[in-house]
């Protein structure tokens, strides 16, 4: 059993600022790719960010500049730095891992259960 446990979100105004982490535990032996995901009320999942566990970053053309994704891969846990935070930012944050559940087992995805993120004056 695998599960990733995110925290950090919250409300915060326009501008501000809001760090979300997501540590994964359990049965997993290798994870491969880390990101963050999001969905805004009646819109699909999206990408929001990801990093490899060689340190490659992928950002969303609308987070560009603004998010941050780091990872420390001896915790199993990846981190989103979000900065200039808008109010089109607002969605459930989810926390995404790609691995392997055993050795040659897989990969899978396993997701976090989400997070809310509420950009507002």
């Known amino acids: 059993q695998v599960q990733l446990v995110e925290s950090g979100g919250g409300l915060v105004q326009p501008g501000g600022s809001l760090r979300l982490s997501c540590a994964a535990s359990?049965?997993?032996?290798?994870?491969?790719?880390m990101g963050w995901y999001r969905q805004a009320p009646g819109k699909q999942r999206e990408l929001v960010a990801m990093?490899?566990?060689?340190?490659?970053?992928n950002y969303a053309e609308s987070v560009k500049g603004r998010f941050t994704i780091s990872r420390d891969n001896a915790k199993n846990t990846v981190y989103l730095q979000m900065n200039s935070l808008k109010p089109e930012d607002t969605a459930v944050y989810y926390c995404?891992?790609?691995?392997?559940?055993?050795?040659?087992?897989?990969?899978?995805?396993?997701w976090g259960q989400g997070t809310q993120v509420t950009v507002s004056s």
């Open positions: 359990g049965s997993i032996f290798r994870i491969y790719v």
């Open positions: 990093i490899t566990s060689s340190g490659n970053t």
């Open positions: 995404n891992a790609n691995g392997l559940a055993g050795a040659g087992v897989g990969p899978y995805d396993y």
